[in-house]
């Protein structure tokens, strides 16, 4: 199994850059893709950005050129870095490992961090 467990978020304000980390442990080999989603109230939650085992990354529309999503494989971190923040970044930020088949498939998640952004 493998467990999740965020950093970094908080009270930011407008234009303001965002680091985020997330720590992951356990059997790493079962995973093919970590990334970051986030979720306003009454809003589902929403891709922020991905990256595949072979480096690929996935980033949401939203994000544009504002967002880097990177792994470290060493210390099995992933960042999440978010520049130019705006209100409408307010969110809960949650940190997602996507599963090879092989280990049973499906998502995990991390218990999510918030980030308020005020204007």
């Known amino acids: 199994q493998v467990q999740l467990v965020e950093s970094g978020g908080g009270l930011m304000q407008a234009g303001e850059s965002l680091r985020l980390s997330c720590t992951a442990s356990?059997?790493?080999?079962?995973?093919?893709?970590m990334g970051w989603y986030r979720q306003i109230p009454g809003k589902q939650r929403e891709l922020v950005a991905r990256?595949?085992?072979?480096?690929?990354?996935n980033y949401g529309d939203f994000v544009k050129d504002r967002a880097t999503v990177s792994r470290d494989n060493t210390k099995n971190i992933l960042s999440l870095r978010m520049h130019s923040l705006k209100p409408e970044d307010t969110a809960a930020y949650y940190c997602?490992?996507?599963?090879?088949?092989?280990?049973?498939?499906?998502?995990?998640w991390g218990q999510g961090t918030q980030v308020t952004v005020s204007s």
């Open positions: 356990g059997n790493m080999a079962a995973v093919k893709a």
């Open positions: 990256i595949w085992k072979n480096g690929t990354e």
């Open positions: 997602n490992a996507r599963i090879y088949i092989t280990y049973g498939g499906g998502e995990l």
